[in-house]
């Protein structure tokens, strides 16, 4: 069963291959992701879903394919495959955001100046980019805290940073890569909500790679993965 919401994909991936060396790791996957929508992607370690996120995402190219992102605006969607390099970059820093399981943050930089960073990177004044900053921060549980370090926040405190960086651009697609694969069950279980929170009813899509069934089972649509191949598509229990 396809689980996905109707209307019109935000991101859309056709007949997706990637080889590494003489070993396949997707097989001519096709994948639509809609506004609103929270696809898990699940498969056992090597299964492709990795892969298939950095393909979403413009890190890699596919061998063969293409993925097209819906361009705000416009009923035009760009083809994110045939880019270069440096469109493809730009297209990270504004239409999509990022959370890693380890979040990937700067540990010499403050909370603020690591979600303002990426503002500034996009031309934001500092001034203006510390106040956005903060006001991300806040809306995530962590006023007052701008000022801390990433070693001087709990895990759960610095993933709820690695969100407000990921979506303070205003991102229109969030990938999250193992998002709480260091955290405990009830962090997790928080740090899942505001992932929901960030979609629910903002027109963004989220997809989370994870290979825990929990962390599936928050989210609208379940995607799994075999030997680089879609095997299931069903729907999710959303909390």
Request: proline residues 4%; glycine residues 10%.
């Amino acid at each position: 069963m396809n689980a996905s919401l109707p209307g019109a994909p935000l991101l859309a991936a056709a007949n997706l291959t990637k080889s590494y060396g003489n070993s396949p790791a997707l097989t001519g996957v096709s994948l639509e992701v809609r506004p609103g929508e929270a696809t898990a992607v699940m498969g056992a370690s090597g299964s492709g879903k990795t892969t298939l996120l950095h393909c979403l995402a413009g890190i890699i190219l596919p061998d063969t394919g293409s993925v097209r992102l819906l361009s705000a605006g416009s009923d035009a969607p760009a083809e994110i495959t045939s880019l270069d390099d440096a469109a493809r970059s730009a297209l990270r820093r504004t239409e999509f955001g990022f959370v890693f399981q380890q979040g990937l943050l700067i540990p010499e930089l403050t909370a603020g100046e690591n979600v303002a960073l990426a503002l500034m990177l996009n031309g934001t004044a500092r001034p203006v980019a510390e106040q956005q900053a903060a006001a991300a921060l806040a809306a995530l549980g962590l006023a007052g805290m701008e000022g801390r370090r990433i070693g001087e926040l709990s895990g759960g405190q610095a993933q709820r940073v690695a969100i407000a960086r990921a979506q303070v651009n205003g991102a229109r697609v969030l990938f999250a890569d193992e998002p709480t694969g260091a955290l405990d069950s009830r962090t997790s279980a928080d740090v899942m909500a505001l992932l929901l929170q960030s979609v629910a009813g903002t027109g963004r899509a989220l997809v989370v790679v994870t290979h825990d069934p929990e962390v599936a089972r928050w989210c609208s649509r379940v995607v799994t993965l075999a030997d680089g191949r879609i095997v299931a598509d069903t729907a999710g229990v959303v909390r």
